[in-house]
């Protein structure tokens, strides 16, 4: 379920959005797992977890029935921090150590993931001359609001690496490829634009923790 907060910020930012061309959409529950063609029927796999879909939230951007992009948003319980986590590297050792989103962030403190954004292969076809500065303003209005109210907000733009699934499930883990180490960190090519926001949001790139799978680099908002 939306929280109201959360539900009153979506609303004012597009109402101050309004006239740009471009409709908004809230989705929650399993309406967030619709698959849409020019999405290639992808969705954020996080929610294929009943816990995380149930305190999750989906933003759709659309011109009639053209859909141009899509971003979930997860906010942090009591029961979805137990399936959250990032990987903390040391360096000199190369050895990576699970740390959960609860050891990090109070149980008492509203927090948000800005989980897996997705453009549409049409927005990508018109080089995003149009559309895409429309859709970024809107976004940072939304993310600016959010902060204010001084909820931590969590970004993680993919990494270049690749943990093989069997290694998700260790709490530690060791790299012994030194240019693998120094891989560690480094963003992807697709999550460029999510590092800038994070920047211009003012957010805090936090030492030596990364994303769970690719281990690119992690921030925090509100910390």
Sequence with gaps: ????????????????????GIDYELLE????????????????????????LKNSYTIVAR???????????????KKTNFFLYFWDLDRSEGILKKVYLKNIVK??????????????????AMNSISYTPRI????????????????????????????DNDDLFSD??????KETIKQIGKVSYQSITSEKVAIKLGMQKIENLYHCSTL???????L
Excluded at 172 to 177: A, Y
Aim: with cysteine; charged share 30%.
């Design 29 to 52: 529950g399993g309406y967030q797992k619709k698959v849409y063609q020019d999405f290639d029927y992808d969705y954020d796999a996080r929610l294929d977890n009943d816990e995380i």
């Design 63 to 77: 011109k009639s029935e053209q859909y141009f992009y899509k971003s979930t948003i997860i906010e942090f319980t």
């Design 136 to 163: 970024l303003k809107f976004y940072l209005d939304l993310w600016k609001d959010i902060l204010k109210t001084n909820a931590v907000v969590v970004m993680e733009p993919c990494g270049i690496c690749h943990i």
């Design 1 to 20: 379920m939306i929280n109201k907060d959360f539900q009153l910020i979506f609303e004012r930012v597009v109402k101050k959005n309004e006239g740009c």
């Design 107 to 124: 149980e008492d403190k509203r927090c948000y993931i800005m989980g897996y954004t997705q453009v549409s292969n049409s927005l990508k």
């Design 172 to 177: 530690t883990l060791k790299i012994e490829n």
């Design 216 to 222: 690119g680099p992690v921030y925090f908002g509100n």
